[in-house]
């Protein structure tokens, strides 16, 4: 989305959430049958997953690693790695189904 103005950003966001938000409210309700609380934000999620852990006090934080190969994640870096060192909570990272 290089070069698209702040308010068309903004507007495919809140797109984005109304079509996710309860997908992700009723997966969350199987996973926790206790008062789940659903946030979604925006922007970089090795900077804002450890933030947003603190800000809610949570106990846990569950990422999947994506798809890269062994040395995609030595080059490239990794959400994974970043939280894994940057959050306060446990941190549950959980490989795509067949990798590794």
Request: charged content about 20%.
């Amino acid at each position: 989305m290089h070069g698209a103005s702040e308010e068309l950003l903004a507007q495919l966001r809140e797109a984005s959430i109304e079509q996710v938000r309860g997908d992700i409210e009723n997966v969350a309700s199987e996973l926790t049958p206790a008062a789940a609380r659903v946030v979604i934000e925006f922007g970089r999620p090795q900077t804002r997953l450890p933030e947003l852990s603190r800000h809610h006090a949570a106990d846990l934080v569950a990422l999947g690693t994506g798809g890269r190969s062994s040395l995609g994640y030595a080059l490239l870096g990794s959400v994974a790695q970043h939280v894994l060192r940057d959050a306060a909570p446990d941190v549950l990272v959980v490989p795509v189904a067949g990798e590794g």
